[in-house]
């Protein structure tokens, strides 16, 4: 909503039609006659050699899967591999031109494209480079096994390191690229510029995108190309992530040498099967996949098809679609059209498509052809493809015993080092910025409009004589993680924020309001409402290097972006073997007020999913501190806001917010009132209320309440809790997620066991009802309120003496209400 | 040459395949491509093409037949080759099956490992109801000496909560509590059989905790126990003068000679840290401090508190604390979280008040070791070279797990308490 658009009725409301560009179909139609000006001999001998590998690769993958041995070398591999026997005519093509610095993103299909990514990459990279990164790599664990005894070059050796790396990944070996943590799905080794492989159809839609964006924004070399299928065009995050990319204001808005778009090729690895699916004729209604650029954008992200059975005709079109990215003008499609001769799986039958057909297209096979054309235009001899094809096989059978060698190929000791896995669920690092170079911001911080604002602010809430300031002169929770968010955009030069109108507007509840000013459009931009890309992009962004704050502005959205935040976010640490970090922060905003659909709070759903941190602050130092220590760290944490506690002043802090920077660690809990004869743990705002009960105790019960404010859920540090149990033997755990299945539940059940002896009463959770959420007029019924507190004290814990209860927290209705499953 | 056909391997959990039709018939001259029969997993059915030319010599399996993958089910090879090496249901290739199979075989052998079994004890000696008690009113109640039996619970459906036994205290104990709590309301002994000359009584709640524990640490550890005797004319000396001290009123603890010995032995504790350990399975916990759990003789039984950081403490303030310590042991007033064996670093145990000569003490598991120190004898010396004359010595018995420290360790360990006692 820029006002620099003027939206003209006059213009818009005119007649016209649309103009849709030719989308060009396998129009390279060049004999290896006429390119032999264009590729030297090596060049061919390579684009052959490399599609070889792949080929033998992938056959060596097939016996082990389905006879239990390659060569008469037994081995049993019980987990997937998704072979590409038959495309690799495209990953080669698609990897040849590309540089070190670019990178590329696969699917669960991928081995080829590692294979011919990595091996364009080892032709490009000299003797000292190829050394420095296969001995840093992990130390030299790769390394170690194929540089025993090997006495060829450099780059021979890197090509064993190439095959070696990815088939120990594949075997789940701690000397494979990702410590065997990825494997076949999701194996990459970025040094070579092969990026996450995903497992996930169309996983890869909208991390390549953040990629993209990542090389744009922090003005790195290269490119971003992303492998994915056909089929996986039919998924809701691919569309998110074309959308993104493809936003008019890279063009229209970002200024200066941002102005452009993305340094991005959606290649789309059209094999034209989705498991048993035929994409063209059954399942989707594109026909040909380059027809989607035409509905994206207006140059119909230069969409063609490329036959990807020819390696030429798709190194061609890369040289020209390189072209179009240097000018700033992407991103780009390609349908390059493949063929896949193995099943979807070796379990798959191929059911679904007539022998005759897969014949058809082993006729026409890429590698046989292309082989016979060097030999045709006289530029190798037969018996040179020969020795290529038995060099690899010798190649590929020195690998794979290696690889399976349990001596040199160890799995990882979990016997001896039972935490190693739990201790890479998370990086846990302390870094003030991600890169070193100046943070580009419009104006110093101090004379940002909301920074000078704030200063007149009152950072405690209540004046000497215990009275509230008015609401406009007090610092509010939203101010302090402004002020943690305007602090590391001056310092962090990498980070960069966006989501639904987070510019101009400044958010829909007001946190961002004074960043706009601060900030150019490359670092604070409203995206389409594309929750999945917006977290999706915050993946590829963080993983090549920057830190990110994408925003989910309601809780309940959450749900679209299921994938990322459940599947993504919280994996690519661990499942990398520790070699990327992932600092994001999702500021997720919890709603009330709204009904059913935007008055949710999900903590639970980001709670259950190893891998992620999950805050919910409800003061204003807390959200500072805690936002300051988020930003901080390199681990993705889902940082919870709540709408109705926005404008909240600080009221526990002596001396208020302070002004300069300061950290709270994650997972410590805090006393928010001190008591003795019960203990209240609360989850985000429900703090207020059950302060309001602890009141209504002291002052008509004459019963003392601590209340406790769990700040984070993941992690949790139960020390205080059950110290405060110790001393009161009672407790209540209360949060406005509704209650089944709830975080409330997890933090009784821990309590329950680890204070047992100390308590008087099975720990009591009060939690929101399991319903849908009414309207405002009615949430009091549905809401934990402080009454409720205070009965369920009454019936379940201790019964107060002349007390008489509203709600009915008996045994039987608990009974009854589960057995009718609300 | 004969060449096997093989049940084909349909991804990673199919282990057998069942045989759906066979296209071609024994004798039958097949060539490569030829769909040779039929077969299912339990997800989809394939067909399985004949990989090389040639007459189909045998079939080893049935339409309907389930095969396990990877076994041979036919043979094609030229008229008149044999084909019995590659039945499977003959012996040798059983044999070759059985070891190509070798992990499923390993996995059925772990499954048929009986399932551990933990049985709970009931508790049968509460006579009628159950009582519906918070865990924290009932710790309270063991420690105020409150029946339980007797109480109306005011919490939620008659729960006896914290409240109650409070109340109850206050009302039952006129008199400060001096005798064991449990005493009072121990339940009547039930006589099970009349006109015998013996009667079964049940036994307390800590009786069966302590039998649990000794049988425990006998089970799960390798016990052993060396004797070795130290001078104690020293530790009688030191005694001597502290008693007179005492007297004198110049000091206001009695310093006996279990706090010398005691002293002594968290001396040699801090020269032996791997004796101050906890011995857990796959790792040891190496304390940093000295925790001395102190044995102690109740009328409720067998009780070894734990004197916190006993390192941090003089002589005279360990003597202080180890009375303390003993006292609320035999009152019941201890903190229950300083009974647990985890409480302690190491343990003593010291009979010689009871003329004890030697014995075994039991370890307070997971601790690595036990001293136990028994009664001062006067045995014969070598006073000097060919002098003989009797000096009173005290024997010290160490208990060690033999799976955390071995032999010379504990030797070691041990005549460093005896140089430490013999020099204090």
């Known amino acids: 909503m820029p006002k620099v658009q003027f939206i003209n009725p006059d213009d818009v409301r005119k007649p016209s039609q649309l103009e849709f560009n030719p989308i060009p179909i396998n129009q390279y139609n060049k004999t290896i006659e006429e390119e032999k000006k264009n590729f030297s001999r090596e060049e061919f001998l390579r684009i052959y050699n490399d599609m070889v590998v792949i080929r033998e690769f992938e056959t060596m993958l097939n016996l082990i899967k389905t006879r239990g041995e390659y060569n008469e070398i037994p081995y049993n591999h019980p987990g997937p591999a998704h072979l590409s026997i038959g495309q690799e005519a495209a990953a080669v093509g698609m990897a040849f031109t590309l540089g070190v610095e670019d990178f590329i993103f696969g699917s669960h299909r991928s081995h080829g494209e590692i294979l011919a990514k990595g091996l364009s990459a080892i032709s490009k990279l000299n003797d000292e480079m190829l050394e420095s990164i296969m001995k840093k790599h992990f130390n030299g664990i790769t390394l170690a096994p194929v540089v025993a005894g090997h006495t060829g070059t450099t780059q021979e050796l890197a090509v064993k390191f190439l095959l070696y790396g990815t088939l120990a990944e594949i075997f789940a070996r701690e000397t494979g690229f990702n410590r065997g943590l990825g494997g076949s799905m999701h194996a990459f080794f970025t040094p070579f510029g092969v990026y996450p492989n995903n497992a996930i159809v169309g996983g890869s839609g909208d991390i390549s995108v953040g990629a993209a964006l990542y090389k744009k924004v922090n003005r790195k070399e290269g490119i971003v190309v992303a492998n994915i299928g056909d089929a996986s065009m039919a998924c809701g995050p691919v569309w998110e992530g074309l959308a993104f990319a493809t936003m008019d204001q890279f063009t229209e808005l970002w200024e200066g040498d941002m102005k452009g778009g993305l340094p991005l090729i959606i290649n789309i690895m059209n094999n034209q099967y989705g498991m048993g699916g035929q994409t063209c004729g059954e399942t989707m209604g594109y026909e040909v996949a380059a027809r989607i650029g035409a509905g994206l954008n207006k140059d119909q992200m230069h969409a063609e098809r490329v036959d990807g059975y020819n390696p030429l005709a798709v190194i061609d079109a890369y040289r020209r679609k390189k072209k179009i990215l240097q000018e700033k003008r992407g991103p780009v499609l390609l349908d390059v059209l493949t063929y896949r001769y193995s099943g979807h799986s070796p379990s798959d039958a191929s059911s679904y498509r007539l022998k005759e057909e897969v014949e058809a297209w082993e006729n026409q096979d890429s590698i046989v052809w292309f082989g016979n054309e060097l030999v045709k235009a006289g530029i190798a001899q037969k018996e040179e493809l020969e020795a290529i094809r038995s060099n690899t096989a010798d190649l590929i059978t020195t690998t794979l015993k290696l690889a399976i060698d349990d001596e040199v190929s160890p799995h990882m000791d979990m016997r ?33 409009p909301r920074v000078k604002q704030l200063a007149g602010k009152e950072r405690f809430m209540f004046d000497e004589n215990g009275k509230p300031y008015s609401k406009i002169k007090t610092y509010a929770l939203r101010d302090g993680i402004f002020e943690a968010i305007i602090d ?61 704050i994408p925003e989910i502005m309601y809780c309940d959205f959450l749900g679209r972006s299921g994938d990322e ?86 009221m526990f802090h002596q001396g208020g917010v302070p002004e300069g920077y300061y950290e709270i660690p994650l997972g410590e809990p805090d006393i928010k009132r001190e008591g003795s004869d019960v203990t209240i743990l609360t989850i985000g705002a429900t703090l207020y209320r059950a302060l309001d009960a602890a009141r209504i105790l002291q002052d008509k019960y004459n019963f003392s309440a601590e209340v406790i404010d769990a700040r984070s859920l993941v992690p949790f540090n139960y020390d205080l809790v059950v110290e405060s149990v110790k001393k009161t033997g009672r407790i209540v755990i209360s949060g406005d997620a509704s209650a089944r299945g709830s975080f409330m539940r997890d933090l009784a059940s821990n309590i329950t066991e680890l204070a047992f002896d100390y308590l008087d009463a099975p720990p009591v959770v009060v939690g929101s009802r399991n319903w849908i959420t009414p309207a405002h007029e009615l949430e009091d019924y549905f809401f934990p309120q402080p009454e409720w507190i205070v009965d369920a004290i009454h019936e379940r814990i201790v019964p107060i003496p002349g007390y008489s209860p509203e709600n009915d927290f008996t045994e039987e209705e608990q009974l009854d209400r589960n057995a009718k499953g609300v | 040459m004969a060449i096997p056909v093989l049940m084909p391997r349909q991804g990673q959990s199919v282990e057998s395949c069942i045989i759906g039709q066979w296209y071609k018939s024994v004798g039958e001259e097949v060539s490569e491509g030829d769909i040779l029969f039929s077969y299912e997993t339990d997800k989809a059915s394939f067909e399985e093409e004949a990989k090389s030319g040639g007459i189909l010599l045998a079939i080893f399996f049935e339409e309907g037949d389930e095969v396990p993958v990877l076994t041979n089910v036919a043979v094609i090879g030229e008229k008149g080759e044999a084909v019995d090496a590659f039945d499977p249901h003959s012996d040798s290739t059983n044999k070759d099956i059985a070891g190509g199979g070798g992990t499923v075989e390993r996995e059925s052998v772990e499954k048929e490992e009986s399932p551990k079994v933990i049985e709970f004890e009931v508790e049968d000696d509460v006579p009628g109801k159950r009582v519906r008690i918070s865990p924290l009113a009932k710790s309270m109640a063991e420690q105020l000496g409150v029946n339980i039996q007797q109480l109306k619970g005011s919490g939620p459906r008659g729960r006896i909560i914290a409240r109650d036994v409070k109340n109850a205290a206050v009302q039952v104990q006129p008199e400060p509590v001096q005798k064991p709590a449990v005493q009072s309301p121990a339940p009547k002994p039930q006589v099970l059989a009349s006109g015998v000359d013996f009667e079964v009584k049940s036994i307390s709640n800590i009786r069966k905790l302590i039998a649990t524990a000794m049988h425990q640490s006998l089970q799960n ?43 002594a032995v968290i001396r040699a504790l801090e020269k032996f840290p791997q004796v101050n350990t906890h011995y857990l399975g796959d790792k040891m916990k190496w304390y940093k401090k000295v925790h001395l759990g102190l044995a102690v003789d109740t009328e409720r039984g067998l009780m070894v508190p734990a004197l916190q950081n006993a390192d941090d403490l003089s002589i005279t303030g360990l003597s202080y604390q180890l009375q303390l310590l003993a006292a609320q042991a035999r009152t019941g007033n201890v903190n229950p979280d300083l009974l647990s064996p985890e409480a302690a670093s190491f343990t003593i145990s010291n009979l010689g008040n009871y003329g004890v000569e030697i014995f075994t003490p039991v370890i307070n598991l997971p601790q690595t ?56």
């Open chain 1, 416 to 448: 001896k080092y039972p935490n190693l896995i739990g201790d890479m669920m998370f990086s846990n690092q302390s870094v003030d910025r991600m890169d070193d170079r100046e943070p580009e911001v419009n104006h110093p911080m101090e004379e940002n």
């Open chain 1, 488 to 548: 590391r955009f001056y310092k962090d030069p990498t980070l960069i924020a966006y989501g639904e109108e987070n510019r101009d507007w400044g958010g829909a509840f007001a946190v961002y309001r004074g960043l706009t000013e601060a900030l150019p459009y490359n670092r604070l931009f409203n995206s389409p409402i594309a929750e999945g890309a917006i977290v999706g992009t915050a993946i590829g962004y963080a993983m090549c290097g920057g830190r990110v």
């Open chain 1, 565 to 650: 935040v459940f599947n993504q976010l919280p994996k690519w640490q661990a499942m990398s073997g520790n070699v990327l970090k992932m600092p994001v922060v999702i500021r997720v905003s919890v709603g009330s007020k709204y009904g059913a659909q935007h008055s949710q709070d999900w903590t639970a759903l980001a709670a259950h999913i190893p891998g992620l941190k999950v805050v919910f602050p409800a003061t204003p130092y807390d959200a500072k501190g805690l936002m300051n220590a988020a930003l901080q760290g390199t681990d993705p944490v889902v940082f919870f806001e709540s709408q109705r506690i926005y404008d909240i002043g600080e």
């Open chain 2, 221 to 263: 550890s390798a016990q052993l126990t060396h004797h070795l005797s130290a001078d104690a004319r020293q530790l009688l000396k030191m005694r001597k003068k502290y008693k007179d001290e005492f007297s004198a009123g110049n000091i206001s603890q009695n310093v006996t000679i279990n706090d010398l010995v005691c002293y």
């Open chain 2, 369 to 424: 070791a036990i001293l136990g120190v028994c009664t001062i004898i006067p045995r014969p010396k070598e006073i000097e070279e060919g002098v003989y004359g009797f000096v009173p010595m005290i024997g010290l018995s160490l208990t060690y797990n033999h799976q955390a420290l071995d032999g010379g360790e504990a030797t070691r360990f041990l005549a460093e308490v005896r140089d430490q006692i013999e020099n204090l």
